[in-house]
């Protein structure tokens, strides 16, 4: 492969009207390839995708990219949001720039961190907005996170505000494709 010498070229945007699209180009019963057609390349799935931590890189993202030919990333849209610099620099270069990655960037939204650290001081259209302003190629909505240990009724109440908060986040999210992450616990009824 090209690549392996140590540098790569980067990825061809999409079509504009390809965009967001997934196309399946093999199954083998339920599982399957596909493509997902994005801004900043096309991505063959399934793929590996790392996570990034902004303030934290042990291996470059540029490097992931060249050297061992990641095609996506994630990294957390409520981290680069917190911390002022990380802010500034992606809303006036864009996370691509931050982080010096070429490829397809999507971005978690906080919700993890709202459960470890307590309340997230940003809200459900201000983190969507804040992830189509700094260019990611898809965005996560700020959804409920529900523990094991949880009661049906607890759960159901947290699948009900993510499915408010949802809304909210489609109606925020035009031009930027919108990752809607799984709810419902241990419920299967619930997931349904």
Known sequence: MK??????????????????KFEITARDGQARL????????????????PVINPNIRT???REMWDKYGIQALITNSYVIWKHDKLKD????????SL???????????????????GDVEVGVEEIVQ??????????????VFTRPDMKFSEVESAVMETLDRGQISI??????M???????GLFSDLRA
């Open 171 to 176: 109606d925020t999210s035009k031009d930027v």
């Open 89 to 96: 620099e992606a809303i006036k270069n864009g996370v691509h």
């Open 3 to 20: 690549w392996q010498n140590g540098t790569r070229e980067n990825p061809v945007s999409c079509r504009e009207k390809d965009r967001g």
């Open 59 to 61: 291996i470059e993202p």
């Open 178 to 184: 919108l990752n809607g992450p799984i709810q419902g």
């Open 34 to 49: 596909g493509r997902l057609h994005t801004t900043h390349g096309i991505v063959d799935t399934p793929c590996l995708l």
């Open 130 to 143: 804040f992830q189509k302003d700094i260019g990611v190629d898809v965005a996560t909505m700020l959804d």
């Open 99 to 117: 982080l010096d990655y070429p490829g397809m960037i999507m971005t978690d939204s906080g919700t993890f961190q709202s459960y470890v650290y």
